[in-house]
């Protein structure tokens, strides 16, 4: 039977939720449409054994593969050249599907048209210690197919890694591939998907679980902190790939993010002028971005006021470019939500 869906599992050390992970997604209804990726990262812990333990029961539907710790990226990177599904999206092992909302997704997945690039859904995020949980529902025309990426905020889409599942032909055949050895690589995933996304579909379906408030978790304040220098890497990434990107795009695509690429430069930059930077010295941090600003005569031209506070410079830049093409503006939301939670953390 061929496969609707991978759903890839990066696993690291994860013995604790990883059972509790693929019960939600080993649905008897569904068992045969669906393949589990369990990526083992290099686990010391006995994440590998629980994985092979759940392959020899399903054997038609998981797949294990062992390697040695890479982090998240190249754990996608294999899988985007193994998986067998016509879809793919990734589960982290310390979260789960719906169950219930996970047969309603592969039934939809079944009767979609062919040429689907991105299937955006709800997700359900759950606070540890409070017992709280919040429903994240997109907003839109469920079922319709978007013929164009549309500016997903202003419409009150929300596109990250949670509501995220790509046709896997997306991904392999434009041969994206992901930093590996550093962590947050999602942003990647998430960046260059959409230089070829050329449509998408939204689903009133619940899917995700997303669990917050553990301490080990890659987005608590200690691992951003720790690890805000990989941030940083990935967004500098982003932008020396630029040219590269550029030069396959279309010619409609390529002056679209034209009219972007300055101003996810200097956010770029940033995160490495925040990092140094103390609530005190704001007057330096307003200086340091004048400065950049000065070297880009594009946004020169189009800003005349600073602002230390990352949105509200984004909408100043937004306000004098209403005119321009808005298909990939949701590119530069991305950036400003991850900037603004960093210095949300370091300012603290």
Partial sequence: MDKILTVVIPTYNMESYLEKCLESVLVEQIIGLIEVMIVNDGSKDSSLSIAKRYQNRYPGSIVVVDKKNGNYGSCLNLAFNLAKGKYIRTLDADDCFDST?????????????????????????????TGKSKLIKQKGNFGKIYSHIIDFEKNGILYNIHAATYRTSILRDNHIK?????????????????????????????????????????????????????????????????????SKLPTVYKNQ????????????????????????????????????????????????????????????????????????????FLFISHMTKIKARLFM
């Avoid at 997945?109 to 991105?118: I, S």
Wanted: aromatic share 14%; charged share 25%.
């Fill in 178 to 246: 992901l930093s590996e050895g550093i962590s947050y690589t999602d942003i990647e995933l998430l960046v260059y998907s959409l230089f070829y996304c050329k449509n998408f579909v939204l689903f009133d379906i619940s899917l995700y679980k997303y669990t917050i408030g553990r301490q080990e978790q890659s987005v608590s304040m200690s691992s951003y902190l720790k690890n805000i220098d990989h941030i940083s890497i990935i967004l500098h990434r982003v932008v020396n790939n630029y040219n590269s990107y550029l």
């Fill in 257 to 332: 993010i034209d009219a972007l690429f300055p101003l996810i430069d200097i956010f770029s930059r940033l995160i490495i002028i925040d990092k140094r930077i103390k609530r005190s010295e704001s007057n330096l941090y307003v200086r340091l971005l004048e400065s950049i600003m000065e070297k880009d005569s594009y946004l020169s031209e189009k800003m005349f006021k600073l602002r230390k506070n990352s949105i509200s410079y984004f909408k100043l830049w937004y306000n004098s470019n209403k005119s321009a093409n808005e298909s990939f503006l949701n590119f530069i």
């Fill in 101 to 129: 909302e996970f047969i309603k997704f592969i039934e939809k997945l079944r009767f979609l048209p062919n040429d689907v690039d991105l299937i955006l859904t709800n997700f359900v995020i759950n606070m540890i210690g």
